[in-house]
């Protein structure tokens, strides 16, 4: 897909609401992938925590409701669960942000 064409600038369609990540269920290096395929991210989304914050404002502009599940963080260990951490800590800050976008941590 190039950056010329229109599905690359995209946001895809989100398939459950609300969604669900398992942090447990993914091996470090597809952290970023899942939260792409799970918030329907562009294809340009960078994979890092700058741009899941753009895309996440991107994605809220529509004031559409959006819960988040989140399973598997109790369940890391070492550097996975110091980067889920800050992912963690960017949800929280979006929650304030953008009232139609809550998250939910099940234990």
Same mark, same amino acid.
């Given at each position: 897909?190039?950056? %010329?064409?229109?599905?690359?600038?995209?946001?895809?369609?989100?398939?459950?609401?609300?969604?669900?990540?398992?942090? /447990?269920?993914?091996?470090?290096?597809?952290? %970023?992938?899942?939260?792409?395929?799970?918030?329907?991210?562009?294809? +340009?989304?960078?994979?890092?925590?700058? #741009?899941?914050?753009?895309?996440?404002?991107?994605?809220?502009?529509?004031?559409?409701? +959006? #819960?988040?599940?989140?399973?598997?963080?109790? #369940?890391?260990?070492?550097?996975?669960?110091?980067?889920? %951490?800050?992912?963690?800590?960017?949800?929280?800050? /979006?929650?304030?942000?953008?009232?139609?976008?809550?998250?939910?941590?099940?234990?």
């Amino acid at each position: 897909m190039k950056e %010329h064409d229109e599905s690359y600038y995209a946001f895809k369609e989100i398939k459950e609401n609300p969604i669900i990540i398992d942090f /447990a269920s993914c091996r470090p290096e597809e952290i %970023h992938t899942m939260l792409k395929e799970k918030f329907g991210f562009p294809e +340009y989304y960078g994979r890092n925590l700058s #741009a899941l914050w753009d895309c996440l404002r991107d994605l809220v502009s529509d004031e559409k409701e +959006y #819960a988040v599940k989140i399973y598997g963080y109790n #369940a890391l260990d070492g550097y996975v669960k110091e980067y889920c %951490h800050k992912i963690l800590n960017l949800f929280s800050d /979006a929650q304030k942000e953008w009232k139609n976008l809550t998250f939910e941590i099940i234990l």
